[in-house]
């Protein structure tokens, strides 16, 4: 198998062997060993995974990639995008390094708020000099491997910024 096909095949191998895990765990007695402890491993995922799921639903089921699918803040931390009716949503993969998070690839002038998605509250946020937005987290972030935040509707990329 040529470089560039393993490389397309892996991220599907690990995918796979995942999903494979959960059918296993599904239908593992207790008495299995060493298995028990994988089955265990994977339920907390799950449910980790579920509890996700249920706080920022919105931006993910019915959601499609927006114009600009993925980015970084000002700081490297990698972005992905979603568009879900007519409001587009930042997916922050990680949490934030600092309050003031600049999101690259999104025209800061049209935006006319900035939601954390799953607390609810309206975030401040400004325009920076060169266009993109800048928004200012709460002092205390709920702890998630992905930080969603709600940019509303009308909200354009910048594409010549986008990564």
């Known amino acids: 198998m040529d470089a560039d096909r393993e490389a397309r095949v892996e991220p ?3 995918m796979l062997e995942e999903i494979a895990a959960l059918l296993l765990c599904s239908r593992v ?4 060993g060493h298995v028990t402890q994988i089955c265990v491993n994977q339920r907390y995922r799950r449910r980790g995974l579920g509890a996700w799921l ?4 919105e931006a993910i089921y019915g959601s499609r990639p927006w114009v600009v699918t993925e980015s970084a803040t000002g700081d490297g931390t990698p972005l992905r995008f979603t568009k879900s009716g007519e409001g587009v949503y930042a997916l922050l ?3 934030p390094r600092a309050r003031q998070v600049t999101l690259r690839g999104v025209d800061g002038a049209r935006v006319r708020r900035v939601r954390l998605v799953g607390v609810d509250a309206l975030l401040e946020w400004s325009v920076e ?4 937005l800048s928004v200012t987290m709460p002092a205390r ?3 998630s491997p992905v930080t969603v935040l709600d940019l509303g509707t009308g909200v354009r990329a910048r594409l010549e910024r986008a990564e």
Do not use: K
């Open 12 to 14: 599907a191998r690990a």
């Open 29 to 32: 007695r207790e008495d299995v």
């Open 141 to 143: 972030l709920p702890l």
């Open 54 to 57: 249920d706080v920022n639903a």
């Open 129 to 132: 000099p060169g266009g993109d």
């Open 93 to 95: 993969l990680g949490m």
